[in-house]
């Protein structure tokens, strides 16, 4: 059974950092692109980064781009998301996701078929 | 790329045909995906590549379209079908989702 558990969440201070984790198991890891998908409280989703399989090429939306670190460790099959200098509207509920590799015309076109749980962040004083 | 979802919200019946559109600020192919989600879950993945229907899936679900206007339909909405629907494009990053379409019992 393909799972996704994200852990790290919690309360913090503006400025402040947080590392989340993701842990992977029932399927072979290092072949997927991971994502970080992201939803503030009552709000829609927002897409926050991506990680290739073998981690060379990262991407980030631009409300965190140059304050987030997307990472992977694939001996221990686990996604990681380093977040500094966080803000409140960084406040939400921060979810992993596996990109399925489907192909259209040789680009990749499909969606994220499996997500964790969730884990939630909160930027407060 | 911006998504654009309408309506924003919607109210329908067991048994009516339901229909989401999503309109891509330029040109996105058929890169597009749709999610369902519930209150309190992850989004789940219905479609892919705009028109092919994710494993599992039940077939009153579709969709279709191409370039810049997307739709999802429902052709028989079920009671497990109330949720909020996402369409996503997939054509170039940052990727976007659409601001959400709320399906509500009538």
């Known amino acids: 059974e393909v799972q996704l558990v994200e852990s790290g969440g919690g309360l913090v201070q503006p400025g402040g950092s947080l590392r989340l984790s993701c842990a992977a198991s029932?399927?072979?890891?290092?072949?997927?692109?991971i994502h970080w998908v992201r939803q503030a409280p009552g709000k829609g989703l927002e897409w926050v980064s991506r990680?290739?399989?073998?981690?060379?090429?990262?991407s980030y939306g631009d409300s965190v781009k140059g304050r987030f670190t997307i990472s992977r460790d694939d001996a221990k099959n686990t996604l990681y998301l380093q977040m500094n200098s966080l803000r409140a509207e960084d406040t939400a509920v921060y979810y992993c996701t596996r990109e399925v590799p489907y192909y259209y015309n040789n680009r990749r076109s499909g969606g994220f078929d499996y997500w964790g749980q969730g884990t939630l962040v909160t930027v407060s004083s | 790329i911006q998504l654009t979802q309408s309506p924003s919200s919607l109210s329908a019946s067991v048994g009516d045909r339901v229909t989401i559109t999503c309109r891509a600020s330029q040109g996105i192919s058929s890169y597009l995906a749709w999610y369902q989600q519930k209150a309190g879950k992850a989004p789940k993945l219905l479609i892919h590549?705009?028109?092919t229907l994710h494993s599992g899936v039940p077939s009153r679900f579709s969709g279709s379209g191409s370039g810049t206007d997307f739709t999802l339909t429902i052709s028989s909405l079920q009671p497990e079908d109330f949720a909020t629907y996402y369409c996503q494009q997939v054509n170039s990053y940052p990727l976007t989702f659409g601001g959400g379409t709320k399906v509500e019992i009538k």
């Open positions: 029932g399927f072979t890891f290092i072949t997927y692109w």
């Open positions: 990680i290739n399989s073998d981690g060379s090429i990262t």
């Open positions: 590549t705009a028109s």
